[in-house]
């Protein structure tokens, strides 16, 4: 019943959110948002990032742009998940494009598999 992010925004403002400089209610009209401090394909080597996360057989895994995440409140994610199951990656496009995201969406919802259940 609740949604966390796990990763975060390899971009300028994330950097800035992690210094303090501005706060997360800052960084959502910021103007420079979208400057990317990594990204596949410019270097020969991305650095990458790995988390390791408990999950239990009930939970979902949403996988997703900034252009989702960054225009739907996570209140908003937690109903469409709840309420759309099996469309519900749809419906959060939907309502990314509904908000006015003027960024890439791409949204996948993975089902948790717990081996031997």
Excluded: W
Aim: proline share 2%; charged share 30%.
């Amino acid at each position: 019943d609740t949604v966390t992010q796990v990763t975060k925004d390899h971009s300028l403002v994330q950097l800035m959110i992690d210094t303090g400089r501005i706060t997360p209610e800052e960084a959502k009209t910021h103007p420079d948002k979208n400057i990317i401090t990594r990204a596949v394909g410019i270097e020969n080597f991305v650095d990458i990032d790995i988390e390791i996360v408990d999950i239990s057989a009930e939970d979902k895994l949403l996988l997703c742009t900034d252009g989702l995440s960054g225009a739907v409140e996570n209140n908003d994610i937690l109903s469409i998940v709840k309420e759309y199951n099996e469309v519900s990656a749809e419906k959060l496009i939907e309502k990314a494009i509904e908000n006015g995201s003027r960024d890439n969406i791409t949204a996948v919802i993975v089902d948790s598999v717990i081996e031997g259940e």
